[in-house]
């Protein structure tokens, strides 16, 4: 069983940066070699892909993230991290990550084997 757990949400003001962390455990992490993917989700909106990272460290973002997200990950820790800046009022949702092996159409929410909880991200004026 992989289990991942979200941490570093929370309340920021519009132009902030946040980095939000997904730590992965369980023996089945440790033998595979998992894509992490980010998600996140607006109330009463469909869940969106924000970023990718394979286990290699490629990376892939969303568009309408890019060049303000930075995804990366420490394999030793099994974490992964998201870094956001420039935040504004529409990157408010609740930030999952999820796992699943090799980053092709990471994207692709079904192909996800394991989910975490997820973490609010609040953005205000």
């Known amino acids: 069983q992989v289990r991942l757990a979200e941490s570093g949400g929370g309340s920021v003001q519009s132009g902030g940066s946040l980095r939000l962390s997904c730590v992965e455990s369980?023996?089945?992490?440790?033998?595979?070699?998992?894509?992490i993917g980010w998600f996140r989700q607006v109330t009463g909106k469909e869940r969106e892909g924000v970023a990718g990272?394979?286990?290699?460290?490629?990376?892939t973002y969303g568009d309408d993230v890019k060049g303000r997200v930075t995804i990366s990950r420490d394999n030793a820790l099994n974490t992964v991290w998201l870094r956001m800046d420039s935040l504004n009022l529409e990157d408010t949702a609740v930030y999952y990550c999820?796992?699943?092996?090799?980053?092709?159409?990471?994207?692709?929410?079904?192909?996800?084997?394991?989910w975490g909880q997820g973490t609010q991200v609040t953005v205000s004026s």
């Open positions: 999820a796992a699943k092996k090799g980053c092709a159409d990471w994207e692709d929410q079904p192909d996800y084997d394991y």
């Open positions: 990272i394979d286990f290699d460290g490629t990376t």
């Open positions: 369980g023996y089945e992490y440790a033998a595979g070699r998992y894509c």
